[in-house]
């Protein structure tokens, strides 16, 4: 991202203010949309960095304490990264445990109207230990033959 003067930042914000779109203000500014979408999302720059006497990150955690360096060499912030993940884990959570009564339904002949794939893979695991056909299974589990072969293909591939 190209830096932008003050003038063109508080610029920005005031369009914004007062109801412009990004493609209106772009059109007025100059300055892309994207930037101009960063800025309307509470984009802050960081402050400038200099290789000694930077005391703190851009979010005020001291750096003596803080800083790390990763593989490649560069400099982050430990407080901040774990935020970060903190903000990923809650935006991406584990997947559900499969609903072990659906699957026993499914192993009996009584599938729910729909299966999770986990769930029918599951449920595709206990009927072949049972030794049943690829089309018994999936008359009882009642999908396409092809769809119990991917199952099993998956089960051998995570064995």
Known sequence: ????SDAARQQILNLTAAGHSDSSIHRITGISRITIARYRNGY???PPHTTAGNTQCRNGHLYPDNLRTDSNGWHYCTQCRRAKAKRWRDRNPMPAQPDTVAILRAVHGDPPQRLTPRERTEAVRQL???GLS???IAARLRCHP???KRARRRIK???
């Not at 991202?1 to 932008?4: A, H, Q, S, V």
């Open 146 to 148: 092809k769809t119990v």
């Open 1 to 4: 991202m190209n830096k932008i």
């Open 128 to 130: 072949t230990d049972d």
């Open 44 to 46: 802050t720059p960081p």
């Open 157 to 159: 591939a995570a064995a």
């Open 134 to 136: 690829v089309t018994l």
